[in-house]
């Protein structure tokens, strides 16, 4: 009790409420739903979906439930709702059973999928209204948008005009919001003295080679054994580049009580293992593997010594580290080479795309952008770099609230007839 009095105080202080789970709540909900089912499905990884989804799916429902009722305790007149992610699908609906009234915004942060890939999902049908609870349903990219909308007609019979949906007695809208980052902290950090000395030191134990950097949480849909293998296809077929190309990639522990997890780590470390042994020179790695979290300053120094970065997901909502390596290189060097199944991909078209299956195609695009010429390299990042200080965070999230203070606008009569009456 004294550990959760001391949190609940500093969360009170940062203006946070917290909803407290068990331990058999978050192996349950969070875990084996959220994370065994929907993140799985939803990355098109099917075969990672958990056998054992339909024991947990109650778990989901109450703890959805659980947090409807937190907001509904501290709901304000006049507040708006904003319901973040995955895990929160039913809190939509169930919050707007409890304060009709009520502005409520959802946002997906992950790929909306095809909806021959949704409809795989025995609880498609709540999903989908439990989602359309919300005022305003913003995705990613448009992609994402017109599964959703497509999975409306199919599952539930719903049409969409646009970006307009009407369900039951309410209207409301869809709408496409591609996260940005906090540019202008990226830019001042890869300016910092101490980032700087970082980036001199990092350069001074590549020399003579090419650096490329990957960073990413450790999870199935990053493609980390696919890239290791790229690396692995282009030392062999260009042995002239060992011990000339040094790959650091950075690999945060994430989710490491899920069982797909553990067993794509193991699988991971042993690849790094065999593809450094078959390609080390006396005096090299060509992987440089690190298993662990590293400080923004080394992060935002990595970015910065690269020459090359790799950013190679099977499938990803959006991909900060991609956008955060643009922001950093305030140099207007360095080049991104993006998976095309990154939503990311639909804003940085001068980026490198690849697709992160075609292993020796991919080996065969890092061997000509390491040697692309510079005015070509700077070229491709100073139209990267102005498209994405245009769309930092901030303006992410004005454009989603305003957005929402409209779509909440358009309520027909009915519902603020009942609430009235309230
Ligand atoms: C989900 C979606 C979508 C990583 N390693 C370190 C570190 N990081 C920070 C990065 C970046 C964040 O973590 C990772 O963000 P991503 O977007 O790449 O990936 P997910 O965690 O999978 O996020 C994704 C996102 O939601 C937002 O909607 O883009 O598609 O999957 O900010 O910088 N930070 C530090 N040390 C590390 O070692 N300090």
Not at 153 to 179: A, C, N, Q, W
Not at 275 to 296: E, K, M
Not at 366 to 375: G, Q
Request: hydrophobic share 40%; with cysteine.
């Amino acid at each position: 009790t004294r550990q959760r009095n001391h949190l609940d105080k500093e969360l009170s202080d940062l203006r946070t409420v917290p909803v407290y789970l068990s331990h058999r709540e978050i192996n349950r909900y969070y875990e084996g739903f959220s994370n065994g089912v929907l993140w799985p499905l939803f990355h098109y990884q099917t075969d990672m979906v958990q056998d054992d989804a339909w024991r947990y799916w109650k778990t989901y429902v109450e703890v959805n439930q659980r947090f409807a009722e937190v907001v509904a305790d501290k709901y304000q007149e006049g507040d708006l709702i904003w319901v973040h992610d995955y895990q929160l699908t039913l809190l939509p609906t169930m919050l707007r059973r409890l304060i009709p009234t009520a502005r409520i915004g959802f946002f997906l942060h992950i790929p909306f999928p095809s909806s021959e890939v949704f409809r795989i999902l025995p609880w498609r049908t709540q999903i989908l209204k439990g989602i359309l609870g919300a005022d305003l349903i913003g995705f990613h990219t448009y992609s994402y948008m017109r599964h959703f909308t497509r999975s409306l007609l199919t599952v539930l019979g719903v049409e969409s005009k646009g970006e307009i949906v009407s369900y039951e007695d309410r209207t409301l809208i869809l709408g496409v919001f591609p996260m940005g980052v906090d540019t202008a902290k990226f830019e001042r950090l890869a300016n910092e003295k101490n980032v700087l000395e970082r980036v001199a030191e990092i350069q001074q134990e590549c020399r003579g080679q090419k650096l490329i950097i990957g960073v990413d949480r450790l999870d199935y849909i990053k493609g980390l054994p696919r890239r290791m293998l790229t690396v692995d296809r282009l030392l062999e077929r260009e042995p002239s580049l060992r011990g000339k190309v040094r790959m650091i990639q950075v690999v945060v522990p994430s989710r490491t009580k899920v069982d797909s997890y553990k067993q794509y780590q193991q699988k991971l470390d042993e690849l790094v293992g065999r593809i450094n042994g078959v390609h080390a020179t006396v005096n090299s790695v060509p992987i440089h593997y690190l298993y662990r979290s590293v400080s923004q300053t080394e992060l935002v120094a990595l970015y910065r010594s690269a020459q090359l970065m790799l950013v190679t997901p099977l499938r990803d909502g959006m991909n900060l580290v991609a956008k955060e390596f643009i922001a950093s290189r305030t140099d207007e060097d360095g080049i991104l080479i993006l998976s095309e199944f990154a939503g990311a991909a639909a804003e940085l078209r001068e980026a490198i795309l690849i697709n992160p299956y075609d292993i020796d195609g991919v080996a065969t695009t890092i061997k000509k952008a390491l040697t692309l010429p510079s005015e070509e390299r700077q070229a491709r990042m100073r139209i990267l770099r102005s498209r994405i200080l245009a769309n930092n965070c901030y303006h992410w999230s004005n454009n989603f609230i305003q957005t929402l203070q409209k779509a909440s606008r358009v309520r027909p009569v009915a519902v603020q007839a009942l609430s009235s009456s309230d």
